[in-house]
């Protein structure tokens, strides 16, 4: 009997960095533009699977194929110019498809999260639920593994579903296409902040365009350069900056899933260190710090890594954090990673993205400012000055105008601390179907944030949320300091404390802090206790309420951010439950 040939599989080849094609940044009408101009390049989508091993390699000309005969299929099925098109946003190659094919349909795609380890099913399927009522799709599209989430959460709004796999088996008949004009309406982007009243961010053609072509200037996007990602295609950052960005500045991308990179972080590292291209890759801060937590216990890291070619390590999504990112430095240092390397930026899904983004080489930029200035109160002299390290986040990209404005309105002169407001091509055009909260932010073509700051010499400072602000006793304390403070003591992590206001017996208002408790001694449970009240009586001049609740009970944005909000409100309802303390 003859030996059976040994066939090897084929290696996959990534997309190349560079191609013969000019290239255009994002100065297309329209995003179907944008996407056949890609097409027309070598360069595309690469996807790997949880160890950082590609799988499949998705080149723009295929996403553009695949898109069209998506965008046959919705049409054939009854969907319609404006139409809204709900979907499951999963990273792989269907969701790609299936929003740009919606686009090309005319369709509003609205990307909607996956499930997270926050919540459980139930508060899965009622934050689906919401977002459905509030942008009314035709159909919702899911991947087959959450068919029966998916389908409860659809069946409350009487929204028709189907699963990917059928949607794509269903034949594709080339037929007409709406044309788009640059003001028509692109998409639908979900903040992550709220599920009890969300907020459908309506983007046009021309503001995702001028925002994609913003920020690839600021980023000083170039030859070899390459994108490596496993943020959330359903977060502003990564469906914007990492997902619609690369087609329309045609930049090869990497894609790891955003589970896969919280089960395996390092993996993400391991990416960025085979990439054969300058790296552009982005995180909020928690991604560095759990990098860094990660390493601390090994070594060798620079037999097992090389981060020599990350050119730019974007922060942004939340508050940056100085002391995080040089732990990061420490621990990768050894890898080639560069301080410089870091790039702060602020941005928000109503103004479709970037708003400011650090010149790349300047690197984590922060300077120390009195707490009694970040709370508007006058400095207490009977006690010694503290300060917080406020981080540079840059200037504003292309075409932006950003102001900082006082209670009047007024803008204020550099090193003042006021609101946030921002004008110019890529605000949003509205909040889907609510007048008054789009009225209530956009003024004279100026968005009001929500977010303090102050400016200096054109570079943007964020001091925080001023929705988030505890004001006691007609002093203001920003909730990260109280947190960021509790964090010093041994054993937290960043996300583990949650500080907003409560109502005391009395009627007053007091500082309320939860915190994730691994502690099972009573004894230890109570020193602990009391380490806390006396660390945040440090901060705020006053007692506090301090509970210790059991590990993830902290609720969190669709994003992975601690929703303080919904922390606040959880508690108040009784949904979390503070361990009971030894008399």
């Not at 709220?194 to 021309?206: C, I, K, N, Y």
């Not at 991604?287 to 922060?315: K, M, P, T």
């Not at 179907?433 to 303090?452: K, V, Y």
């Not at 203001?476 to 005391?504: C, R």
């Amino acid at each position: 009997m003859a030996e059976l040939e040994t066939i090897a599989e084929p290696t996959l080849v990534p997309t190349p960095n560079d191609c013969p094609l000019p290239r255009r940044y994002a100065d297309f009408a329209t995003f179907g533009e944008a996407l056949e101009y890609a097409a027309r390049s070598e360069k595309g989508l690469n996807f790997h699977d949880p160890r950082g091993r590609l799988i499949r390699v998705y080149p723009f000309a295929e996403l553009l194929e695949d898109a069209l005969m998506a965008a046959w299929r919705l049409a054939a099925a009854g969907i319609e110019k404006g139409d809204r098109v709900a979907l499951i946003a999963e990273t792989n190659p269907e969701f790609a498809a299936l929003f740009c094919g919606a686009v090309l349909a005319g369709a509003w795609p609205v990307p909607l999260p996956l499930p997270t380890s926050f919540g459980g099913k139930e508060g899965y399927i009622d934050q689906i639920a919401v977002q459905l009522a509030s942008s009314d799709p035709k159909i919702l599209y899911y991947p087959a593994e959450i068919a029966a989430m998916a389908e409860a959460a659809a069946a409350r709004e009487g929204v028709p579903t189907q699963a990917w796999q059928d949607f794509y088996a269903a034949p594709a008949e080339p037929g007409p296409l709406p044309a788009a004009a640059p003001d028509d309406i692109c998409y639908l982007q979900y903040s992550s902040g709220s599920t009890r009243f969300p907020h459908g961010v309506a983007v046009t053609h021309r503001a995702l365009l001028n925002n994609l072509a913003g920020h690839a200037h600021a980023m000083k996007m170039g030859p070899g350069d390459r994108g490596v990602s496993w943020l959330p295609l359903y977060h502003d950052m990564g469906l914007v900056g990492c997902f619609l960005s690369p087609i329309a500045n045609q930049l090869s991308a990497d894609y790891l899933k955003t589970e896969d990179f919280a089960r395996r972080p390092l993996a993400w590292l391991d990416l960025i260190s085979r990439n054969q291209g300058t790296t552009l890759s982005y995180s909020p801060t928690f991604g560095y710090d759990i990098c860094a937590r990660r390493i601390s216990s090994q070594s060798h890291v620079a037999e097992r890594f090389d981060l020599s070619r990350w050119r730019l390590a974007g922060n942004g999504a939340d508050m940056i954090r100085p002391d995080v990112m040089q732990n990061f430095v420490n621990a990768f240092a050894d890898a080639g990673f560069k301080a410089q390397a870091f790039t702060p930026s602020y941005g928000l899904a109503e103004a479709t993205l970037a708003v400011t983004v650090m010149p790349p080489g300047e690197g984590i930029r922060v300077e120390l400012v009195e707490e009694e200035r970040l709370s508007g109160r006058p400095r207490d002299l009977s006690r010694p000055a503290r300060y917080r390290a406020i981080v540079n986040c840059g200037k504003p990209v292309l075409d932006m105008k950003v102001e900082i404005r006082g209670e009047d309105g007024h803008a204020l002169p550099d090193h003042h601390i006021g609101k946030v407001w921002c004008s110019g091509p890529s605000v949003m055009h509205s909040y889907f179907r609510d007048a008054q909260a789009t009225e209530a932010c956009l003024i004279d073509g100026w968005l009001d944030t929500g977010d303090m700051g102050y400016m200096l010499d054109g570079y943007l400072f964020i001091v925080g949320r001023a929705k988030d602000m505890i004001i006691i006793n007609g002093k203001n304390h920003w909730p990260q300091d109280i947190e960021w403070a509790v964090e010093q003591l041994p054993g937290f992590h960043q996300g583990d404390i949650a500080a907003f206001a409560v109502e005391a017996a009395n009627g007053e208002e007091v500082p309320a802090v939860l915190v994730h408790c691994r502690i099972s001694d009573p004894v230890e449970r109570v020193k602990l206790h009391e380490q806390i009240r006396d660390k945040v009586r440090s901060i705020t001049g006053m007692n506090c309420v301090v509970e210790l609740v059991p590990p993830k009970s902290l609720p969190r944005t669709s994003s992975g951010k601690l929703s303080r909000a919904k922390a606040k409100m959880l508690y108040l309802e009784g949904e979390i439950e503070p361990y009971l303390l030894a008399a």
